[in-house]
T-cell receptor
């Protein structure tokens, strides 16, 4: 089993819909959880960062971590065509430990 | 003002050649990284340097050699390039020791094509 599993998609949803992106992981030591967004031919950029379990909201984005299920989610409300990108989950066990990335989910928001 | 800059953006070269990719960050971060993203978009760490010291060295062929002349620069030299080295190479930096911020700042990538 890979350390971090993420459905590669593509996921196509109409503009304005709520998008749900998910990752599962196997390493119970992971404590830091991130979501990165990567536009085509660009580097990944950090969207959200969560420590341990719980929810975090930032504008239209909400990150959820359920450590008991080893499951993390990113919700995008009122999705826009500009949200079309690849979303990568990432996690690490400690602040100075390497970050492990999921393979990314390609998201298309249809106008 | 670009935070993490890589050069070149594109590199096309023949098998067997030696090439270098340069990376510079102006964020004052202590730690820098090289990641490889393959054709399936999987992002995998290669190396990590903290204040010029190598701290992560994943299972990477020894044809790949990182060099950090100072904490703002991390270069990647690749000897005897092979077809399988074709990928996008990302440099990143982070400040892991202090502060609430976490996560990496990535450069825009170097697309290497070996022919």
């Amino acid at each position: 089993q890979k350390e971090v599993e993420q459905d590669p998609g593509p996921l196509s949803v109409p503009e304005g819909a709520i998008v749900s992106l998910n990752c599962t992981y196997s390493n119970s030591a992971f404590q830091y959880f991130m979501w990165y967004r990567q536009y085509s031919r660009k580097g990944p950029e950090l969207l959200m960062y969560t420590y341990s379990s719980g929810n975090k909201e930032d504008g239209r984005f909400t990150a959820q971590v359920d450590k008991s299920s080893k499951y993390i989610s990113l919700f995008i409300r009122d999705s826009q065509p500009s949200d079309s990108a690849t979303y990568l989950c990432a996690m690490s066990a400690a602040r100075d430990d390497k970050i492990i990335f999921g393979k990314g989910t390609r998201l298309h928001i249809l106008p | 003002d670009t935070a993490v800059s890589q050069t070149p953006k594109y590199l096309v070269t023949q098998m067997g050649n030696d090439k270098s990719i340069k990376c510079e960050q102006n964020l004052g971060h202590d730690t820098m990284y090289w990641y490889k993203q393959d054709s399936k978009k999987f992002l995998k760490i290669m190396f990590s340097y903290n204040n010029k010291e190598l701290i992560i060295n994943e299972t990477v062929p020894n044809r790949f050699s990182p060099k950090s002349p100072d904490k703002a620069h991390l270069n990647l030299h690749i000897n005897s390039l092979e077809l399988g080295d074709s990928a996008v190479y990302f440099c990143a930096s982070s400040q892991v020791t202090t502060g609430a911020d976490y996560g990496y700042t990535f450069g825009s990538g170097t697309r290497l094509t070996v022919v």
